[in-house]
C-alpha cells in the first residue's frame, strides 16, 4: 500500500476518479431539479440512463483499478486477496447496480401498482357510488398510510400535489401520474376516470369491467405462477431421487466401498 502511493501516477489516478465521481454527483443533482420541475417522480430520460450508465462505469473502472494495483503492489498474499474481491465488488456495484437502479425499482413499483389496481378501482367504484367528490376520495385514500397500499398511495399523493401546483381536475392529474409510472392496467383506469370527469358521465359500468379484466388477469397470472413453481419443485425432486438411487447402487455395487478404497491403494 506505501509503495503505490508513492507511485508518481497515484495522485492522477485519485484526481481522475474523484473527477468522475464529482461527474455522478452532477447527475445525480440534474436528475432531482428534473423531477422537481416536472412536479412528479418519473424514469430518467433515455439520454439521463444512458449518462448514467457512461459515469458509473468512468467511476468503476478507476476504483477498481486503484484496488487492483495496491493488490499487485502489495502482492496477492493473505488478506491482499480480499482487494480482488473488492475491486469486483466495486466495479459490479458502482458500474452497474447503481445505473440500473431507477429502473429495477420502477419495474418493481410497476408490478406493485398493478396488483394493486383491483383494489383501487373498488374503493374509487365504492367513493364513487357515495358521491363523494375526486379530491375528497383521493385525499381520503392516502389519509391512514398503509404499508401494503404504499406505492399506490403514494401516486395518489403525488397526484394530489399536482393537482394543487398546477390547477388540474383530480383524475386528469392521476392520469399523468400514472402514465409516468407506465403501469398500463392503471393507466387505463385512470384514463377512463380522467374521460369521465371531463365529460361529467357516470364511470361505474366502466369502471366494472375493468375490475373484472384485472381480476382475471392477475388469477391467470397467479395460477401460471403456482403451476411454474410446481414444475420447479418436481424437477428438483427428480433430480435427488436420481442422485439418492445412484449413490445407493455404487455403494452396493462397489460393496461399500471397500472396492474403491483398494483401487486407491
Known sequence: MPDFLLNPGAPFAALAAAGVLIAALGLIQ???????????RS???KWGLRGRFVLGQGAAIPLAAILLLIDVAGGAKGNNRILLVGALATYL?????????????????????RLLTPGFVSYVRVALAGYDPPATLMERYCARPSRRLLPMQRLVAEALMLMNQRRLRSFEALRMVARARGCQELTDVCEALAQAEAEGTDVQQVL??????????????FTRMLKRRTMYLLGLVAVSLVVGILGNLLFVMTGGGSLLTRIGG
Not at 440534474?30 to 412528479?40: Q, S
Not at 456495484?93 to 401498482?113: D, H, M, N, S
Not at 384485472?214 to 388469477?219: F, G, M, Q, S, T
Open 93 to 113: 456495484y458502482i458500474g452497474v447496480i447503481i445505473p440500473r437502479k431507477p429502473i429495477v425499482q420502477a419495474q418493481k413499483e410497476r408490478k406493485r401498482l
Open 208 to 221: 366494472a369491467a375493468h375490475e373484472a379484466t384485472l381480476e382475471a388477469v392477475l388469477k391467470d397470472e
Open 30 to 40: 440534474l436528475e432531482r431539479a428534473r423531477l422537481a420541475f416536472a412536479g412528479m
Open 43 to 45: 424514469l430518467p430520460t
